[in-house]
């Protein structure tokens, strides 16, 4: 069963701009986390923000968790076209994660 | 460290014949998964090990499919026979304790005609 789901499932902006991606998930979680999936790579890990914290910050991306509405956005500042990549985050489920569908981000030169 | 090692990166083959994947996690981890992706039903878990051991398969498609993790340090992912709708990047990953941070593999595009 689907535990996050991304929004939009696709984002087109221009170099410099900023981009946000939301997910919800279902059940109450310990921790949220986002990855990232460069085309014809595996995905990487991104940052982990808590159930207990609000928002964390790592570098140009700022993570916010809204446990109240089980909803969280990732925000990257100041985009590169470097940043083109697909977006998931990840909750936990047992000992396992599950995955949203993503979100594909362009970055425009 | 080397991180998660996938063979093959690109396997082609015909319908009917044995498939096997293999992964190397990173070592010291305990958790080992098995994943797919596709356009069409996007990245899914079909099996994951603790210690070695098969934790949960039930994203396993069907009897076709079987995982092995013989020691801490090897896992294979065997398909036979392979079909046409089994065409799909399979990606490994790895952790230490769970459900913490996954590192993947580079992925194994695998093509059956």
């Known amino acids: 069963s689907q535990q996050g789901e991304e929004d939009p499932q696709a984002l087109s902006i221009q170099e410099g701009e900023n981009a946000t991606m939301n997910c919800s998930y279902k059940?109450?979680?310990?921790?949220l986390q986002w990855y990232r999936q460069n085309s014809g790579r595996g995905l990487v890990h991104l940052i982990l923000?808590?159930?207990?914290?609000r928002e964390k910050h790592s570098g140009r991306l700022r993570v916010t968790l809204d446990t109240s509405k089980k909803s969280s956005s990732l925000l990257i500042t100041a985009s590169r076209a470097a940043d083109t990549a697909s977006y998931f985050c990840?909750?936990?489920?047992?000992?396992?994660?599950?995955f949203g569908q993503g979100t594909e981000l362009s970055v425009k030169p | 460290d080397a991180g998660v090692i996938q063979s093959p990166r690109h396997e082609v083959t015909e319908m009917g014949q044995e498939v096997t994947l293999r992964c190397k996690p990173i070592?010291?981890?305990?958790?080992l998964f098995w994943y797919r992706q596709t356009m069409m039903r996007g990245l899914e878990l079909l099996i994951y090990?603790?210690?070695?051991?098969?934790?949960?398969d039930s994203g396993m498609p069907e009897d076709r499919f079987s995982a092995k993790m013989p020691n801490a340090s090897f896992s294979t992912l065997k398909i036979q026979p392979s079909e046409p709708r089994d065409s799909a990047v399979y990606f490994c990953?790895?952790?230490?304790?769970?459900?913490?941070?996954?590192?993947f593999g580079p992925g194994t595009r695998l093509t059956v005609t």
């Open positions: 923000i808590r159930s207990n914290e």
């Open positions: 059940t109450s979680i310990n921790n």
């Open positions: 090990f603790n210690n070695n051991v098969p934790i949960d």
């Open positions: 990840a909750t936990p489920g047992g000992g396992k994660l599950i």
């Open positions: 990953a790895s952790t230490k304790g769970a459900p913490g941070e996954q590192y």
């Open positions: 070592s010291g981890h305990d958790y």
